[in-house]
């Protein structure tokens, strides 16, 4: 009998993802171990739509529309394959847009020291992409963190092992892993015109993007038989850095001349390597959007200032090269 459940007892997997055709085409499932994952949550709602009549107070039914089942991962950067990868494949945002995947969660005994033996499981099938934001900090591993979403859960027994490596990986994703000099190194928005110092020491960079995943419906069918990404899909980049005597060094000073549209802000090219050979390319039009000058209290704290850039679509991911 367990009594609890704790990381040890719980294993992830994913499905190959596939292209979705049809309104039946699903995954195949059969799962792959992921590797890494920090965390694991599963959210449903059964989306009740309550009915009245005339003639009565009370309720004449409460409907119930198709469930939203909503998964979150948590995943440490290690060099093995990532959830997006696994999810959706490597390439262009638009070319992976019709590809769904499947997921499963198993859950093992307490006295157990890996997710093996006997226990129960979820499958979700089909799983879509839903969002996903990447953190590269100085303090700390990089993480990756996905949304999935699905209209089926199903719940069963299960005595098949399928636990991570117990190897684990040489391979976590610190600062000094991610390129910044050097050939091949990552592009970030330097320069004039809403760009960052040259001498700044970044602390931290976030990338984040919601692909929304609307619902298409038809007559005769009561599930969805699309959910399609709803484009333009907006990509933010922020870069936090140490803030030096020169401050920001962004300008705001607008004047009124006519037949004028003066811009202060230039396209900024920006794209992330790792050394492990994940690439994350958001294209040559970022812009930036804000810029935030906060801390340096009398607590003792440093200034920092961060930069956010935005662009839309440009999203072209490479995944880890095997070691």
């Not at 309720?59 to 991962?73: A, M």
């Not at 050939?183 to 760009?195: F, M, V, W």
């Not at 812009?287 to 920092?304: E, F, H, I, M, Q």
Request: charged share 20%.
């Amino acid at each position: 009998m367990s009594n609890r459940v704790f990381y040890a007892v719980q294993s992830v997997g994913l499905a190959n993802p596939v292209q979705r055709t049809d309104p039946d085409t699903k995954p195949t499932e059969s799962f792959t171990t992921v590797q890494g994952v920090q965390s694991v949550g599963l959210n449903t709602n059964f989306n009740l739509e309550p009915v009245y009549q005339l003639g009565q107070l009370e309720l004449y039914d409460n409907y119930e529309e198709i469930p939203e089942v909503e998964i979150t991962l948590n995943k440490v950067l290690d060099g093995q394959p990532t959830l997006y990868q696994q999810c959706m494949g490597e390439g262009t945002l638009v070319s992976l847009a019709n590809y769904v995947t499947a997921f499963q969660l198993s859950i093992h005994e307490d006295t157990e020291s890996r997710a093996q033996g006997n226990g129960a499981k979820v499958i979700c099938n089909p799983a879509y992409l839903s969002s996903v934001t990447y953190t590269f900090p100085t303090e700390g591993n990089s993480t990756e963190e996905v949304t999935l979403v699905s209209n089926d859960k199903v719940w069963s027994s299960t005595s098949t092992a399928s636990a991570p490596s117990v190897s684990g990986s040489d391979n976590i994703v610190r600062r000094n892993l991610v390129k910044t000099t050097g050939d091949g190194a990552s592009l970030i928005p330097y320069g004039a015109s809403g760009g960052i110092p040259e001498n700044s020491r970044i602390q931290n960079i976030t990338i984040s993007m919601n692909l929304g995943r609307e619902q298409i419906r038809e007559l005769g069918r009561r599930t969805p038989y699309y959910r399609y990404i709803n484009f333009p899909v907006e990509i933010t980049t922020e870069f936090q850095v140490v803030a030096l005597k020169d401050g920001d060094q962004v300008g705001a000073e607008e004047s009124d001349t006519v037949c004028s549209n003066p811009k202060a802000l230039a396209n900024k090219a920006i794209k992330i390597v790792l050394c492990d050979g994940m690439t994350i390319d958001l294209g040559s039009k970022n812009k930036l959007r804000s810029v935030n000058y906060t801390g340096g209290d009398t607590g003792g704290g440093n200034a920092t200032i961060t930069y956010s850039y935005v662009t839309y679509n440009d999203f072209d991911f490479t995944g880890p090269s095997p070691s």
